[in-house]
């Protein structure tokens, strides 16, 4: 009897330790389970992505070639592909001795210009065009296009002539020139014939700012303005010994309202200055 009541007291004990192992074994698998389900985070709402050393659901690393290399996150740059490069300008060797000579004149003015692309619309145009933005410390507003020829002409009278004038009738510099018109493809108004300025060798002056602030309309001043009067004569008379044509208020509507001065060759030399 006593050997019957020991066997079942050791077969208690080997099923409760039995059990006790079943449990752990069960919770272990639970959480290897769990721990393998994501590594993403779930309140962001992110996918999980797989960090083992091979990942197939990430993409490989693009190889780029050519300029993509230098610059990878622009669109337009294939392969093959390069970005566009504008026409080179026109390079002094391909230029004839007289624009060559022009250009070094303008460097000895002062003149802050610009070397563009030749110009040519139907019959108007300028082989060896300059864009003049200033004229020494003296803004042009805006940039004129014109010929060479026409840039130092024009550098040459705003040097000698129009700065000298401001300083001696205002006491001020000259800020800026603001111009209306430079080259432009157009036939002089109520005729047929090209304009001057569909050659790039006129320029038309609206107003001329100086230093002091003083801003002086190039329309005929009033009565009393003796000042502008004899400053605005001045410029102008002045201008009739550089330009071939000196056009401004009084000598028409069309030019009522500013200077037009060009560089138009006449064979009989005339200039014409009204």
């Given amino acids: 009897m006593a050997a019957i009541f020991g066997a079942s007291l050791a077969l208690a004990r080997l ?5 006790s192992a079943a449990v752990r074994l069960t919770t272990g698998l639970a959480m290897t389970a769990v721990s393998a389900c994501t590594t993403g985070d779930v309140f962001s709402l992110q996918p999980a992505v797989d960090v083992g050393s091979q990942t197939a659901s990430m993409a490989e690393t693009p190889q780029y070639s050519g300029m993509q290399r ?4 622009d669109p337009y ?5 390069y970005p566009r490069m504008d026409e080179p300008m026109s390079s002094p060797q391909q230029m004839p001795a007289s624009e060559i000579d022009c250009r070094n004149e303008l460097k000895r003015l002062g003149v802050v210009y610009q070397d563009i692309q030749p110009i040519h ?12 933005s200033a004229i020494g410390s003296v803004e042009m507003k805006p940039a004129a296009t014109l010929t060479c020829n026409m840039a130092a002409t024009f550098a040459a009278w705003t040097r000698n002539e129009l700065v000298p004038a401001a300083r001696w009738r205002y006491f001020s510099g000259v800020r800026a020139i603001h111009q ?10 109520g005729e047929g014939v090209l304009s001057e300025h569909g050659k790039g060798n006129a320029l ?14 190039v329309r005929k001043p009033g009565l009393f303005a003796f000042r502008t009067r004899g400053f605005l004569n001045n410029v102008r008379a002045d201008g009739c010994q550089y330009f071939n044509t000196v056009l401004g208020p009084g000598y028409n509507y069309d030019h009522r309202n500013h200077f037009h001065f060009d560089v138009k060759n ?9």
Avoid: W
């Avoid at 099923?15 to 059990?19: P, V």
């Fill in 15 to 19: 099923s409760t330790r039995a059990r």
């Fill in 70 to 73: 230098l610059v990878p996150s």
């Fill in 77 to 81: 740059l294939t392969q093959a592909a």
């Fill in 121 to 132: 619309e139907g019959q108007c145009g300028i082989d060896f065009p300059v864009k003049v």
């Fill in 180 to 189: 209306g018109s430079s080259y432009s493809c157009r036939n002089i108004a």
């Fill in 204 to 217: 038309d002056v609206m107003s001329i700012e100086l230093n002091n602030g003083d801003d002086i309309d």
């Fill in 266 to 274: 006449r064979r009989s030399g005339h200039r014409a200055c009204r």
